[in-house]
């Protein structure tokens, strides 16, 4: 069956009557709609970034607990003492202080049970350090493990954080947006960032007990945030000059 065709195109009607649908008598109910949407999303994007934090948090937290429990009471796995040989180097160091205040706590007359009940204390010391390193490994793999199930299994609630995010991020002012562009380029690649940089590998080093040569630290200071200002400039001129033009001339106008 053919249908009629008029004399006006049928969008131009569409779109006549949209309008006066939204100057009309249901302007409020569009209006309480949109409220409707707009809170939905908020409230589940707060929900979505508080789930992938919180249990991966409260995951890790119970796992190394259990392990931890698990490895110092079982007597069927052996543990060595040190784990790499900058832990030996401390212990080694450690115990030539000790040797040190020994010799001068031996001078004063005091008690010369001392000596082995300070190798005794620091054995168990790099003994519990060696325990904490293998707890991290297991405790951070598998909440990796369950952190990647977590993304796995909220595909629809990232995909509604990640248009909320965008919305808000787009909402913001030229002026804001280059605040917070600039911030993070400063705390990432600053003139001050190699200190951040440089607790944040040390911390990453003990953590999971690497051994590291000192070079390697000064290479990675000196190199990365090199190249993370590269990645940065690169996205700028590539993408966000398309997207917010107006945002990279700002940007520009700000730091000169």
């Known amino acids: 069956m053919n ?9 131009i009607i569409r779109t006549f009557q ?8 249901q302007t409020d109910l569009f209006a309480i709609y949109e409220f409707r ?21 409260i995951f890790q937290f119970l796992i190394k607990m259990l392990v931890f429990k698990w490895l110092k009471g079982s007597s069927l796995i052996w543990l060595p003492v040190f784990l790499n040989f ?42 519990n350090q060696s325990l904490h390193i293998i707890t991290n490994w297991i405790s951070d793999v598998t909440t990796l493990i369950f952190f990647l199930f977590l993304l796995l299994f909220s595909k629809p609630q990232i995909i509604i954080f990640k248009t909320f995010f965008i919305e808000s991020v787009f909402s913001l002012s030229e002026t804001t947006k280059c605040f917070f562009l600039i911030f993070l380029l400063d705390l990432l690649v600053g003139f001050h960032s190699s200190k951040s940089w ?9 953590h999971f007990g690497f051994q590291i040569n000192p070079n390697f630290v000064y290479f990675f200071i000196s190199t990365f945030p090199v190249m993370l200002d590269t990645i940065f400039k690169y996205w700028i001129f590539r993408y966000l000059n398309k997207i917010s033009p107006s945002t990279v001339a700002t940007y520009q106008a700000m730091i000169e």
């Open 3 to 11: 249908e009629q065709i008029g004399w006006i195109p049928r969008s």
């Open 18 to 25: 949209r309008f006066f649908k939204q100057i009309g008598f």
């Open 37 to 57: 949407v707009s809170r939905y999303f908020a409230i589940a994007s707060v929900q979505c970034i508080l789930f992938l934090i919180l249990c991966p948090w």
């Open 86 to 127: 900058h832990q030996q180097e401390q212990a080694l160091e450690q115990l030539h202080h000790l040797d040190a205040q020994i010799y001068f706590d031996t001078l004063l007359n005091f008690s010369e049970n001392s000596n082995s009940a300070s190798i005794n204390q620091t054995a168990e010391f790099f003994s």
């Open 198 to 206: 440089q607790v944040f590998l040390q911390f990453v080093i003990d």
